[in-house]
């Protein structure tokens, strides 16, 4: 990606002291923004990210919240604009698991899941639409008022047994991006969606770190590898840059091609 992509914009990513979030608030602060790194727990990681960051010359700090309080999402939004004078692009990014069979799942384990995966998202785009609006378009900074670039999954569209939770949350994620791409692009805020398929993280570990778990993964795979967070970090950047200005309400699958249907792939 250029280094100066997205020179002059403000971002925050959720959930960014790892994994995926990591990746990305790396990437987009190589590209020229500032980076707020939220995170809700994991202080000293988020920190190390914030260096990383500064040592690009943009700026950075971490801030410490819960994507599904509302307060804490309203401070967050509140504090950047007053450090950083804006924002122009949030990545609604923070997810979990709590998976369980049907039968065995617990209220709490799904409400966590729908309160952080989906809830969290509407309150991270909420606050952000309020400052989008408030701004409007800067000509030089941005072609937009604003981006909102939703992380979502394969599992939006792909069903997973023994994760209905999260499953649930990601098709919610899908619905909630293009009904605000359809409510916003007139007032030229661009919402979009990018949505993994397996990507070396923590949260899914036992899926890929030992050669037969690996194996087993890449049946699912037509392209022959498992991802890596940065190629989702490419492509939130490249859909937050006035390269894809006109890409409004697009989910753009990041799985190598995990959602072709592998198994129909010699007649099924």
Same mark, same amino acid.
């Given at each position: 990606m250029p280094a100066h992509l997205l020179k002059g914009q403000k971002a925050l990513v959720t959930g960014a002291n790892s994994g995926i979030g990591k990746a990305t608030a790396i990437a987009l602060g190589r590209a020229g923004a500032d980076v707020v790194v939220n995170y809700v727990v994991g202080a000293d990681e988020a920190a190390k990210v914030v260096a990383e960051i500064e040592g690009f010359g943009v700026r950075s700090y971490a801030h410490e919240a819960d994507v599904s309080k509302d307060d804490q999402v309203s401070v967050m939004v509140s504090r950047m604009v007053d450090e950083f004078g804006t924002i122009d692009i949030?990545? +609604?990014n923070a997810g979990l698991q709590r998976d369980a069979a049907v039968t065995e799942m617990t209220l709490a384990q799904w409400q966590k899941v729908i309160d952080v995966n989906l809830t969290g998202q509407f309150l991270c785009a909420r606050e952000a639409v309020k400052e989008f609006l408030r701004r409007g378009v800067v000509p030089e900074v941005?072609? +937009?008022a604003g981006k909102i670039i939703c992380m979502s999954s394969v599992h939006q569209i792909v069903p997973w047994s023994g994760h209905v939770n999260y499953a649930s949350s990601k098709g919610g994620v899908g619905m909630l991006m293009q009904t605000l791409a359809q409510e916003l692009a007139p007032k030229k805020i661009r919402v979009?969606?990018? +949505?993994?398929? +397996?990507?070396r993280t923590p949260i899914n570990k036992d899926a890929w770190e030992t050669p037969d778990a690996e194996a087993d993964l890449l049946k699912l795979i037509p392209y022959g590898r498992v991802g890596d967070p940065d190629d989702i970090a490419n492509a939130v950047v490249a859909m937050a840059s006035d390269?894809?200005?006109y890409v409004?309400?697009?989910?753009?699958?990041?799985?190598?091609?995990?959602?072709?249907?592998?198994?129909?792939?010699?007649?099924?």
């Open positions: 949030m990545v +609604a941005s072609r +937009a979009n969606s990018v +949505a993994p398929g +397996a990507i390269l894809l200005d409004v309400g697009a989910t753009l699958y990041v799985d190598g091609g995990m959602t072709l249907f592998p198994g129909f792939a010699t007649g099924g």
